[in-house]
């Protein structure tokens, strides 16, 4: 019998030992922000958010689906919200379902064409990413963001494109709430 895991569907948090933990510390991420400056002056063990992954079948298989979760801690860097990484997915058509457990946050989405959009993150909200898409998620609120995932076994994750290129668009706290900006500071959502 194939193993399986436990959710708990207050926190989305997974308990059992297929469960496999890893985590971001700001030192890895501090060339994603904008305000240099601030970035370097901030900890480089500061954990900004840890992943937990259920894959019961091999990375790459076919028709497979993964299964996990992110808790993406409060804070900023300048007036840029703490954030993922974000990725394409090395296939590029692979979709990828996210669902909000617990803050507030930004689903911060950028197509193939360079448009950039958001959607707000509130516990019980269901988002779509469609392939061809760049996705990243902002913590916009004073508390812990936790988020599950589901994605297919064989997306594989592109991380350099969104490294060497970032999103056209940044999610920035501007009067006590978030605004999408593009880089001359242009609000545009
Ligand atoms: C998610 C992400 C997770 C961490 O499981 O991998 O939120 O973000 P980064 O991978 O961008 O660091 C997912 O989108 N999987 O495909
Ligand atoms: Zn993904």
Same mark, same amino acid.
């Given at each position: 019998? @194939?193993?399986?895991?436990?959710? #708990?569907?207050?926190?989305?948090?997974?308990?059992? $030992?297929?469960?496999?933990?890893?985590?971001?510390?700001?030192?890895?991420?501090?060339?994603? !922000?904008?305000?240099?400056?601030?970035?370097?002056?901030?900890?480089?063990?500061?954990?900004?958010?840890?992943?937990?992954?259920?894959?019961?079948?091999?990375? %790459?298989?076919?028709?497979?689906?993964?299964?996990? $979760?992110?808790?993406?801690?409060?804070?900023?860097? %300048?007036?840029?919200? !703490?954030?993922?990484?974000?990725?394409?997915?090395?296939? *590029? #058509?692979? %979709?990828?379902?996210?669902?909000?457990?617990?803050?507030?946050?930004?689903?911060?989405?950028?197509?193939? $064409?360079?448009?950039?959009?958001?959607?707000?993150?509130?516990?019980?909200?269901?988002?779509?990413?469609?392939?061809?898409?760049?996705? *990243?998620?902002? #913590?916009?609120?004073?508390?812990?963001?936790? !988020?599950?995932?589901?994605?297919?076994?064989?997306?594989?994750?592109?991380?350099?494109?969104?490294?060497?290129?970032?999103?056209? @668009? *940044?999610?920035?706290? *501007? #009067?006590?709430?978030?605004?999408?900006?593009?880089? $001359?500071?242009?609000?545009?959502?």
């Amino acid at each position: 019998m @194939a193993s399986y895991v436990s959710m #708990n569907w207050q926190s989305g948090l997974l308990s059992g $030992n297929a469960v496999q933990h890893s985590s971001k510390a700001l030192g890895a991420l501090r060339t994603l !922000f904008h305000d240099q400056e601030a970035a370097q002056k901030m900890p480089a063990d500061l954990i900004v958010y840890t992943v937990q992954a259920y894959t019961p079948v091999p990375d %790459g298989t076919e028709g497979g689906l993964f299964w996990g $979760n992110t808790t993406l801690q409060p804070g900023k860097v %300048g007036d840029e919200y !703490f954030m993922t990484k974000g990725h394409f997915h090395d296939i *590029r #058509n692979r %979709g990828e379902y996210y669902a909000t457990f617990h803050g507030e946050g930004g689903l911060v989405l950028m197509g193939q $064409n360079g448009v950039t959009r958001w959607e707000p993150m509130a516990p019980g909200s269901v988002h779509y990413i469609p392939g061809y898409t760049a996705h *990243r998620v902002c #913590n916009t609120g004073s508390i812990p963001l936790v !988020f599950a995932a589901c994605w297919p076994a064989d997306a594989g994750h592109d991380y350099e494109t969104v490294e060497r290129e970032g999103f056209t @668009a *940044r999610l920035v706290e *501007r #009067n006590g709430g978030p605004v999408l900006v593009t880089s $001359n500071g242009e609000e545009i959502g």
